[in-house]
């Protein structure tokens, strides 16, 4: 069943940089991500966040990425960088609906 997996990032100070999430991205690469169905990222300035949601194929194909290619890369960039924050809100939830 397919699920989506939602990422939250409060904007502090009004600050609307992406660097983070460019750096992460750029590391990731533009290959095919095993599973993924669709991936978008932006600002919700109403909710005060940036939004990352994707979603994909099923739940373990979600867990694999996150936990095999993700969190390495994030968690060197929270090495790296002491002013990179962690998601304020993260959520999978299995999708009733979800269609191209």
Wanted: avoid cysteine.
């Amino acid at each position: 069943m397919a699920v989506a997996f939602i990422q939250e990032f409060a904007i502090v100070d009004g600050d609307t940089s992406t660097s983070n999430y460019d750096h992460v991205n750029e590391q990731i690469g533009s290959e095919h991500v095993e599973g993924l169905i669709s991936h978008s990222a932006g600002f919700d300035h109403e909710a005060g966040v940036f939004r990352i949601y994707d979603v994909w194929e099923n739940g373990d194909a979600a867990k694999n990425f996150y936990d095999n290619r993700l969190m390495p890369l994030v968690q060197k960039m929270m090495a790296d960088d002491p002013n990179a924050t962690p998601p304020q809100r993260e959520a999978t939830y299995e999708l009733h609906n979800a269609r191209n």
